[in-house]
Nanobody, 123 residues
Framework: VQLQASGGGLVQAGGSLRLSCAAS????????MGWFRQAPGKEREFVAG????????DYADSVKGRFTVSRDNAKNTVYLQMNSLKPEDTAVYYC?????????????????WGQGTLVTVSS
């Protein structure tokens, strides 16, 4: 599976962006999908995830109520809608796919990673 993330950019605090991650292959629906981010000087962290099948979701506490993850299996694409953005959301955002079972999405162990897209939120 190859993952291609897009949609990053520069936005003012309080603004919105929607990230997209397009996956190659016919097995997209069989993967749990996640979004992670890495800010300068910090470790990569889980942001949001969505399971295969029923599509249940989970979020990092820092983005709950502001971000929404969704997927369109017909388009092999996962999305991250980001609202009420804050300067601390500035990071490179990565999408990821996990083929194994994920019992707790924030601890998902991705099999594949996308290349990352930069989100910069100005104050």
């Amino acid at each position: 599976v190859q993952l291609q993330a897009s949609g990053g950019g520069l936005v003012q605090a309080g603004g919105s962006l929607r990230l997209s991650c397009a996956a190659s292959g016919r097995t997209f629906s069989t993967y749990d999908m996640g979004w992670f981010r890495q800010a300068p000087g910090k470790e990569r962290e889980f942001v949001a995830g969505i399971r295969r099948g029923a599509g249940s979701t989970d979020y990092a506490d820092s983005v709950k109520g502001r971000f929404t993850v969704s997927r369109d299996n017909a388009k092999n694409t996962v999305y991250l809608q980001m609202n009420s953005l804050k300067p601390e959301d500035t990071a490179v955002y990565y999408c990821a796919a996990a083929s194994g079972p994920t019992f707790f999405l924030p601890r998902m162990n991705p099999t594949y990673w996308g290349q990352g897209t930069l989100v910069t939120v100005s104050s």
